[in-house]
């Protein structure tokens, strides 16, 4: 029987093309993560009466796109283990083959969120400013201590940003302030939630981050207003886009 001898470069030419659709993962991703379109998700099922436990993925570097608790829409529900079957992740959210969808509806420590919004809220507080208050240095999301710092440093002409958290029923949301040492001010809204695209942004704001990130000029003069004068409920905050309750 005569036996063929493979080269070398036909032999690795072979092994690509078997690993046709095969994706390397990360060292950062457990093996437990499953690959899902340009992701690799992970998900528990320990506390089913409160939800899963997430963490996405992204596929070329392993980055972390989203970790925290994550449940049903509609029922706010967990999913059990052997009903895990993902079928695409899309906006934050991950849909299952059977139709449900898990909404992200509260960040874990790994969660990138609010790293990226101070980081966003900073570079604008920082433009043109030679330093900027942390107005969450006492160790506060909100409430007086946050929106004091804020006025105080708006009158005195000193750059300055500070970030709240905001729980909804199927989404968080962060929302911060921030403004440098010429004037300029700015509301930043993140949420987990897609926002897709809005219609009639404030002019001149911006949409990032796939849609989850809003930054909006403040009008000048700029005035800061709690979110309890406008809306007229508590639990901190600040806006300068609209006139006080009358």
Not at 2 to 24: D, N, R
Not at 84 to 105: E, F, K, P, Q, S
Not at 109 to 117: E, F, L, N, T, V
Request: one cysteine or more; glycine letters at 14%; a negative charge.
């Amino acid at each position: 029987m005569k036996i063929c001898q493979i080269g070398p470069t036909v032999f690795f030419a072979l092994i690509l093309l078997g690993c046709q659709g095969c994706s390397s993962r990360p060292p950062n991703v457990p093996p437990s993560a499953l690959h899902v379109e340009n992701t690799f998700i992970v998900c528990s099922a320990d506390s089913p009466s409160i939800g899963n436990h997430c963490t996405i993925y992204g596929q070329d570097t392993g980055e972390i796109l989203a970790d925290g608790l994550f449940v049903t829409v509609g029922t706010h529900t967990s999913v059990d283990k052997g009903e895990l079957h993902y079928a695409t992740v899309g906006h934050g959210m991950i849909y299952l083959t059977d139709g449900r969808v898990l909404v992200h509806v509260r960040p874990a420590g790994r969660d990138p969120s609010r790293k990226k919004m101070i980081t966003r809220l900073e570079a604008l507080a920082m433009n043109g400013s030679s330093q900027a208050i942390d107005c969450n240095q006492g160790g506060t999301d909100a409430g007086n201590g946050l929106a004091d710092c804020a006025r105080r440093s708006l009158a005195g002409g000193r750059a300055f940003y500070g970030i709240y958290y905001k729980q909804g029923d199927e989404s968080f949301e962060f929302e911060g302030i921030a403004a440098n040492e010429a004037g300029e001010a700015y509301e930043v809204h993140y949420g987990s939630a897609w926002v897709g695209e809005r219609d009639n942004l404030p002019k001149g704001s911006t949409l990032l981050d796939n849609g989850h990130t809003l930054v909006i000029p403040c009008p000048k003069p700029v005035t800061l207003y709690g979110n309890d004068e406008v809306y007229g409920y508590f639990g901190g905050g600040l806006t300068c886009r609209f006139l006080p309750r009358e």
